[in-house]
């Protein structure tokens, strides 16, 4: 039962140590571009998805987590060279990893549903 109530946890826990990283340590000025909390915080998700998955559950959530979000850059791709006739990496890689964000947070949240209907 403590496994299930981590891996509910983790996502809250780890978004409050990031709320107070970026506000008192000042992570955000740390480049040029202002980076985001959402931009960091995909990656302990991704770690999150990768770890509870592989001990809570029977699959593995992370291949299918790759081959959506491979999908959806190549969705991307297609789209903003149809719409625009033109590539622009910086409004590619902003708006994947924004859509990457919502998907990630998504199956999270699937995984933790799966995880309770077991």
Known sequence: MLP?????????????ILVFAFKFLRIRHLTHRKLLIPDV???????????FSEQLTAVNILPYYFLIISV???ILL???????????????FKLFWRITFVITLALYVA???????R
């Open 78 to 92: 297609l789209l903003d060279l149809f719409y625009y006739k033109a590539f622009s990496y910086k409004r590619f």
């Open 41 to 51: 915080y995909i990656l302990f998700l991704i770690y999150g998805l990768h770890l």
């Open 4 to 16: 299930k109530i981590i891996a509910t946890l983790y996502p809250l826990i780890t978004w409050l």
């Open 111 to 117: 995984m933790i549903v799966m995880i309770y209907l």
């Open 72 to 74: 959806l850059a190549l």
